[in-house]
């Protein structure tokens, strides 16, 4: 079971309940780390368009430090150059626009609260090497992340 830490400095993010849950099934001999940031529709909007070519605003970015990680095991002495200065390994960076997770929250009928969670989550699972690009991805993304909010108890009618 890997330790994670969140840099985040947004009130109100449950980081702790999501740092607890969200690495747990990860085998790990270094404390992994991540940043999870909160952006304005407008500020998503310009990074979607700079680093994916895409001018829409999204509900949240992931920026994976790693590649080929999915379900394998994190051992430090294979990534010597991607530890932080507290000697954790860092997984990457999440952007997550608050304002569109407020629309969805209402569009999806649940909180804002579980939709936060959700996002963090499926940042997370990105940084981690999980992706959607296949029906058979996706399933097994779905499949973590809602093992992970479950884990959490975020439900999807909290």
């Known amino acids: 079971m890997a330790e994670l830490f969140i840099d985040c400095g947004e009130e109100?993010?449950?980081?702790e309940?999501?740092?607890?849950?969200a690495a747990a099934f990860v085998e790990s001999d270094v404390p992994l780390s991540c940043e999870v940031v909160f952006e304005s529709e407008e500020g998503i909007r310009n990074l979607n368009a700079a680093t994916r070519g895409k001018d829409s605003v999204t509900d949240v970015l992931s920026f994976p430090n790693l590649d080929g990680i999915r379900g394998k095991a994190l051992k430090k002495e294979d990534y010597p150059y991607d530890l932080d200065e507290e000697e954790r390994l860092f997984l990457g960076s999440i952007v997550i626009c608050?304002?569109?997770a407020e629309e969805q929250a209402e569009e999806y009928g649940h909180s804002?609260?579980?939709?936060?969670?959700?996002?963090?989550v499926h940042g997370?699972?990105?940084?981690?090497?999980?992706?959607?690009?296949?029906?058979?991805?996706?399933?097994?993304m779905r499949a973590k992340e809602e093992e992970i909010l479950s884990a959490m108890g975020v439900k999807r009618e909290a």
Do not use: N, Q
């Open 98 to 100: 608050k304002k569109r």
């Open 12 to 15: 109100g993010f449950e980081k």
């Open 17 to 21: 309940l999501i740092e607890t849950y």
């Open 112 to 120: 804002l609260r579980r939709e936060i969670c959700y996002l963090a």
């Open 124 to 140: 997370i699972c990105h940084l981690l090497g999980y992706d959607h690009e296949t029906e058979e991805d996706k399933s097994e």
